[in-house]
């Protein structure tokens, strides 16, 4: 089946296309950490002409999803444990502001949307159902108390963050199991938010993410995915990648 990402571009405004299909298929995996992303072969296939291509990856690197290394060109990020927890310590600070700002604004509607992702949460719990959309509603609920915090820039903010953390994920090929508790620390910051009190609720937000950094670090750690230490600035080349060329997954 072909890929998504593969077929022409139709619209005018190709720089923007290109980006938004790019970064999916970054996200999605498509293009592994320690990809090489060559312009021409991506022109190729989405057939346009580089200059879009050259755009998009420049606005990508802007927000950490490819890096350039000179003289070889733009690639995915390889990340260690050490990138991981500067990102889940950054997302604490923010996500700290960002509960101090929403108890001040938020609405009942907006809570109310909150509370009804930790429902949702709470049934996905009694259901066992599936990682995926686990994962999904934990992205719903933080965003959301992102933006109860009327600040476009934080949001923003935390949404580039965000993507860099589920590029560390893949570079580990990985799917984390969900951690116990996964619902009960969710509702914990919800009720904190209910009550308004500023300490209660950034002590919470706090505990639960450098919890979940602290269940992710030690599952790579026992599975050696992950290099502890040392940081990669270049891509890995094997003998399915000898020159870090492009990698089309469909």
């Known amino acids: 089946m072909k890929a998504a990402y593969k077929s022409p571009l139709m619209r005018t405004t190709l720089t923007t296309d290109a980006f938004d299909r790019l970064k999916r298929a970054i996200l999605d995996g498509h293009f592994p950490p320690g990809t090489r992303l060559v312009e021409s072969h991506l022109a190729e296939a989405f057939g346009i002409s580089r200059a879009p291509i050259r755009e998009a990856l420049r606005q990508l690197k802007q927000e950490g999803l490819v890096i350039y290394v000179v003289h070889r060109g733009y690639f995915v990020p390889q990340f260690n444990l050490d990138d991981l927890e500067e990102l889940f310590l950054l997302r604490t600070a923010l996500e700290k502001l ?28 009694c259901k066992d159902a599936g990682r995926s959309l686990a994962t999904d509603l934990d992205v719903s609920f933080h965003k959301h108390i992102c933006k109860m915090s009327h600040s476009k820039r934080l949001l923003n903010m935390w949404s580039n963050m965000a993507d860099q953390i589920t590029l560390a994920i893949l570079a580990s090929n990985r799917s984390f199991p969900t951690p116990v508790g ?29 919890y979940g950094l602290e269940q992710m670090k030690s599952f790579i750690q026992s599975a050696g995915d992950l290099h502890p230490t040392t940081h990669q600035n270049h891509p890995i080349e094997t003998e399915e990648n000898p020159h870090g060329k492009i990698l089309f997954r469909s």
């Open 98 to 125: 960002a509960v101090r700002l929403a108890i001040a604004c938020m609405s009942l509607q907006e809570f109310a949307k909150l509370e009804g992702i930790v429902r949702r949460m709470e049934s996905l719990h």
């Open 182 to 210: 996964f619902a009960e620390g969710h509702r914990q910051i919800l009720e904190a938010l209910r009550s308004r009190e500023l300490d209660r609720a950034e002590a919470a937000i706090e505990q639960h993410i450098l």
